[in-house]
């Protein structure tokens, strides 16, 4: 329960120039875009080249998201960053974003939930503010993907791709709270379905270095058999916690990591085409920056008309996963 009610002030994005097609992808794998296209929805992926990276990505869109709120780096009180594979671990991304941004008055610190990091940092956001310590919160979702997947893993790489996407806070004045309800959560005994480990070497005077360059690894079975039993449960909670029906809501943005659990949930929750947000074609699975990228690119394509009741879910290593309901007020980043 919010003490200050929440206003959503503004959505940015950035992706990489380079687009890698399914075609583009058989010339360095045993694959096809008949396979990629019907397991999985994706198309094609953004990755990033030549000196972009998680932090530049990140600094774009908290540009865009600042510029769309009309306030200035320094009007910012906290960014949190959510990042699981960030170009560095410190200085954080956080930090990074705050001196490109000017963000001379903000706290800044690192999150990492994998694919559900947007939900989290919404969930952080939202408590800081309505606390009432903190006013304006930007929240940035970034990851490259592609600096991290193993580009001979043909069952892995071609699910992902790069890009970034951020949200501002504030606290509304009005007394209308945008974020309705917010379920998180978290199951490490799982863990190991999706992993990318900091490994490191071990001292050369102990033993000579052995441990490879670190990748993504995933049991994608796995992660699908859970994700088909959990998320759909965490929907319904999060929609019966704030007294809503699947009806009551105009849009469902969900992670775009494989169109066919998509699919279900929008047959499990009885919905149109119309209603749900689908890029996973255009962009594979984004990790953190997925679900607000998805919630950009419908608004700046109109099939999100404002305003409007919006249900968000993700999943993601850790395991992690969650649902939040928010409105988007009538002419939101525009
Ligand atoms: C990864 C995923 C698309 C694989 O789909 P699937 O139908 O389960 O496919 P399988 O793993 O059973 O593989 C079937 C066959 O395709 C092959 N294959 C795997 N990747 C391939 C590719 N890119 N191209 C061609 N063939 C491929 C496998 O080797 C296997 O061959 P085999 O039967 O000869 O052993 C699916 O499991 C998935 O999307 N899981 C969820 C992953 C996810 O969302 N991760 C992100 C979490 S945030």
């Not at 306030?71 to 910012?76: A, E, R, T, V």
């Not at 997947?149 to 893993?153: C, N, P, R």
């Not at 005994?189 to 190991?192: H, L």
């Not at 809503?244 to 849009?251: A, E, N, R, W």
């Given at each position: 329960m919010s003490f200050k009610p929440i206003q959503i002030l503004s959505i940015g994005k950035a992706v990489p120039k380079a687009v890698i097609t399914n075609d583009d992808l058989t010339k360095i794998l045993d694959t096809s875009d008949e396979w990629i296209s019907t397991r999985t929805g994706i198309k094609q992926r953004h990755v990033a080249s030549g000196d972009e990276n998680a932090t530049t990505f990140g600094i774009e869109a908290a540009k865009e998201a600042l510029l769309k709120a009309n306030?200035?780096?320094?009007?910012?009180d906290v960014i949190v960053v959510a990042a699981?594979?960030?170009?560095?671990?410190?200085?954080s991304t956080a930090c990074c974003i705050q001196e490109a941004i000017g963000a001379k008055n903000a706290v800044a610190f690192d999150i990492t939930a994998a694919c559900t990091g947007m939900l989290y940092a919404l969930e952080i956001g939202r408590s800081l503010i309505s606390g009432g310590k903190y006013k304006n919160v930007l929240l940035v979702a970034t990851d490259t993907n592609s600096k991290f997947?193993?580009?001979?893993?043909r069952a892995t790489c071609v699910l992902f791709g790069d890009a970034a996407a951020s949200i501002i806070l504030t606290e509304a004045s009005d007394g209308?709270?945008?974020?309705l309800g917010i379920n998180l959560y978290s199951d490490g005994?799982?863990?190991?379905n999706i992993e990318m480990n900091f490994k490191g070497d071990n001292c050369p005077l102990v033993e000579p270095s052995t441990l490879g360059k670190n990748k993504i690894t995933m049991n994608g079975k796995e992660v699908y058999k859970f994700v088909v039993q959990t998320l759909p449960d965490a929907i319904m909670k999060c929609l019966d916690d704030v007294n809503?029906?699947?009806?009551?809501?105009?849009?469902l943005v969900p992670h775009q990591a494989n169109y066919r659990i998509i699919e279900g949930l929008q047959h499990r929750l009885e919905f149109l085409d119309d209603k749900v947000i689908v890029n996973i074609d255009k962009y594979g699975n984004t990790s953190a920056a997925s679900v607000p990228l998805a919630l950009y690119e419908g608004l700046e394509t109109g099939k999100i008309k404002t305003p409007s009741k919006v249900l968000l879910c993700a999943f993601g290593a850790g395991m992690t996963w969650g649902a939040a309901v928010v409105n988007l007020r009538e002419g939101l980043n525009k």
């Open positions: 306030l200035k780096g320094s009007d910012i699981s594979n960030p170009f560095s671990v410190y200085p997947v193993d580009w001979k893993d209308v709270d945008d974020i005994s799982v863990g190991k809503l029906q699947p009806k009551d809501i105009d849009y």
